[in-house]
């Protein structure tokens, strides 16, 4: 990742699902961009802060880094399709290879608002590596 | 990539066993297709698969094959019930995913001054699209009712007559659903989405029967020239999406430890003797009993649109079910490997079963026929009903394709639709369109998919199922 400019993600083409890789300076960094992309495929953009936003701790454990990433976004994913609500910031407070604890401030969705059916987030081809300065993932999503 | 296909006849390419391949593979296809899979991902997800332990036979292709996750879509791959396993990537999270096909005696010419009428009334009032709630608000119990009646569970609701029972795959029910062992999370997902259609490829068809290709079968089916038929095309909606991801999470953690080698973790699974597996395929009972009764609410909520759209009773419409499959699924069922029956975990995933004449599972009206198997096609061009044939018992454990398959990803689809209104250039094509998103046209566009008369053509060269009639849309909704 050269600088803050560079887009958190690029889509890959993939016949019949959505390929993305991710970028961040460091892991907490990866792990927010990854959940803000997933939003923005699902709802066209991040949702704005308005009103008195809820506060969710929220901690999630996997059997290493790229099974923490499917976790870690699915937790997402289900939050704003099933509970009908949605991050609007994401703080990580801490990314081990096996864990990972976040503070979200959160808004309500409308499910008529997804523009983009995310079915799941699948183990196809996941990846989560450190290049030379910055961290990597790619994942598939089932739409 | 290097990978050799060996060709066998006109319709089949083998893949010969190398590497950690347990048994070879086995496409489908022609020479005009197999060109555009030969640097797909597909055929590695075929070899892939091939490496799965207890695999029988072949890891197979349908000609409609195209790059998934895990396991390619249009894939069949038969396990030994003591040493394989099942792997919920090998079904899909879709559960149940399929197409359900509805005659009337309705005449094509007769109701073309209405269409727009009727469509738009199917589209207002068939709920569509992404987090679409249904109009059957379920409690939990029942829930767990609808998990394990399927179908039935709708007709007892007033959605349909028993009659539909005995032609939809399984009678509508797999045995064996157990909602005590599904997560709240799946219970939370399924309450409120019974009798919604979707969003991405789902799609609900007013059609006309174009073509009788076979007249004694079609009239067996109760197809004609010139007849409106419903196509339905969804599945199990989030609750089945939510019991795919709880599964495969859990595998997927088993499997690292057991199976290291294993070439995507997508294709984890559970030896089918294990408690897990047996757990898992009691929960994916639950979301295919869902799933049926999801489109048996469909027919229904479409029968009465109808009827009040066209001002008519039922016996003018003579709505009638044709058949309805499933073509995301695992199912335990009996196959005759190297001259033994055995009992075999077949994954069908995005392919249709395809029972010959004389199956001891079909219902008596489709026993000299064979089982129908329902094609949809693009929204643009045409639909197919087939019959299974001998050749599905010999090849692919009694299985054929289930549509056109993809040939563009959607990010190709939507350049390439760049500047043009698809719903325009449908109703150019004579189609009427209503859909949710004019970014879901784009992706389902007829260029988007393979032409599914070569698909439908390949089955039937390689004498897996026979053309019983082609079915031309005249409008369509999307999600």
Known sequence: MKDTATPRFRFIDHTSDLGVVLYGKNLEELFQNAALTMLTIMLGDIPELTGEPATINISVSGTDLSDLMVCWLGEILFLSEAEGIAPCTIEIKSVSPTLLEAELRTVSVDPSSIIREIKAVTYHEIKVEKRDDHWEAKVVFDV | ?479
Not at chain 2, 158 to 182: H, K, V
Not at chain 2, 186 to 215: C, P
Not at chain 2, 309 to 334: F, Q, R, W
């Open chain 2, 1 to 479: 990539m290097g990978i050799k296909l060996e060709r066998l006849d006109e319709f089949r390419w083998l893949i010969p066993k190398a590497g950690h391949m347990r048994v070879p593979g086995l496409i489908f296809s022609n020479s005009n297709m197999i060109k555009d899979i030969q640097d797909d991902q597909s055929i590695i997800q075929v070899i892939n698969v091939a490496t799965l332990p207890g695999i029988v036979g072949y890891s197979i292709a349908m000609p409609d094959i195209h790059w998934g996750y895990g396991f390619p879509i249009g894939g069949v791959a038969a396990f030994d019930t003591e040493e394989g396993m099942v792997s919920p990537g090998g079904v899909g999270y879709d559960i149940n995913c399929g197409c359900r096909l509805m005659t009337t005696l309705l005449v094509a010419d007769e109701i073309r001054p209405f269409l727009k009428k009727i469509i738009t009334g199917l589209f207002r009032d068939i709920p569509t699209g992404v987090g679409s709630t249904g109009l059957v608000h379920l409690s939990r119990s029942d829930e767990a009712d609808v998990a394990v009646k399927g179908a039935q569970w709708a007709i007892n609701r007033g959605f349909g007559s028993p009659r539909d029972l005995q032609t939809t795959e399984d009678g509508g029910c797999m045995q064996g659903a157990d909602p005590s062992i599904l997560s709240d999370r799946a219970i939370k997902r399924g309450l409120n989405q019974l009798g919604t259609l979707g969003s991405g490829n789902h799609f609900m068809e007013i059609q006309v029967v174009d073509r009788i290709y076979d007249e004694k079968k079609a009239k067996i089916y109760r197809l004609f020239k010139g007849q409106v038929t419903i196509f339905i095309h969804t599945g199990s909606r989030g609750f089945g999406y939510q019991i795919c991801d709880d599964f495969l999470k859990q595998m997927a953690k088993q499997t690292a430890k057991n199976i290291p080698e294993l070439p995507d973790r997508q294709l984890a699974g559970a030896l089918l003797k294990s408690d897990m597996a047996k757990n898992y395929l009691a929960a994916m009972a639950c979301a295919a009993n869902y799933a049926w009764a999801n489109r048996q609410i469909l027919m229904g909520m479409s029968k009465e649109i109808l009827m009040r759209e066209l001002s008519i009773g039922p016996k003018e419409l003579g709505m009638n079910l044709l058949y309805d499959v499933c073509h995301n699924i695992a199912k335990i069922e009996t196959h005759t490997v190297n001259g033994h029956k055995t009992t075999l975990c077949v994954h069908r995933k995005g392919t249709t079963r395809a029972l010959p004449p004389g199956h001891s599972l079909l219902p008596e009206i489709y026993r000299d026929t064979g089982q129908p198997v329902l094609i949809p096609g693009d929204m643009g061009t045409t639909s197919y009903v087939l019959s299974g044939a001998n050749g599905a018992m010999e090849h692919s454990f009694c299985s054929s394709c289930h549509g056109a398959g993809r040939i563009l990803s959607r990010n190709q689809a939507i350049k390439k639709a760049k500047g043009r209104s698809i719903g325009r250039e449908m109703e150019d094509r004579g189609i009427l369109v209503c859909a949710r998103g004019k970014r879901t046209l784009k992706e389902e566009m007829p260029e988007a998919y393979k032409d599914v008369s070569q698909v439908v053509d390949v089955v039937c060269g390689a004498g897996l199922a026979n053309k019983v009639a082609r079915l031309r849309p005249l409008a369509v909704i999307k999600g």
